[in-house]
């Protein structure tokens, strides 16, 4: 993995539930656990029909340096775009993390 390649940074983000403290509520929200630099690159897409509308998926490689906290229950978040992890991807030497994304709508 060349350093040059990762050259978006993107907040990786978990779901959280939380109580204000004022009314009790418990309050759920996505909550930015850290930043990486990172390559993003579509590798596939497609259009389809649901709901009698025209629907478009496109799947992104995302790789960044190994972290071992991050689910696919976790999603990243980069200008504006949020990408909901759908797979890791194994490295036996840990060095970096490869997830395939989706894009949300």
Same mark, same amino acid.
């Given at each position: 993995?060349?350093?040059?390649? *990762?050259? &978006? *940074?993107?907040?990786?983000?978990?779901?959280t539930t939380t109580q204000d403290p004022t009314t009790g509520e418990?309050?759920?929200?996505?909550? +930015?656990?850290?930043?990486?630099?990172?390559?993003?690159?579509?590798?596939?897409?497609?259009?389809? *029909?649901?709901?009698?509308?025209?629907?478009?998926?496109?799947?992104?490689?995302?790789?960044?340096?190994?972290? %071992?906290?991050?689910? +696919?229950?976790?999603?990243?978040?980069?200008?504006?775009?949020? &990408?909901?992890?759908?797979?890791? *991807? %194994?490295?036996?030497?840990?060095?970096?993390?490869?997830?395939?994304?989706?894009?949300?709508?």
């Amino acid at each position: 993995m060349r350093a040059g390649d *990762l050259r &978006y *940074l993107v907040n990786v983000q978990a779901f959280t539930t939380t109580q204000d403290p004022t009314t009790g509520e418990m309050v759920e929200a996505w909550s +930015t656990v850290g930043q990486e630099w990172a390559s993003i690159e579509g590798v596939s897409g497609r259009e389809y *029909l649901a709901a009698a509308a025209e629907q478009a998926e496109t799947t992104f490689r995302v790789v960044m340096r190994h972290r %071992p906290d991050v689910k +696919t229950e976790m999603r990243l978040e980069h200008e504006g775009d949020t &990408y909901q992890i759908k797979a890791i *991807l %194994p490295d036996k030497r840990r060095r970096r993390l490869v997830l395939m994304c989706e894009v949300m709508a």
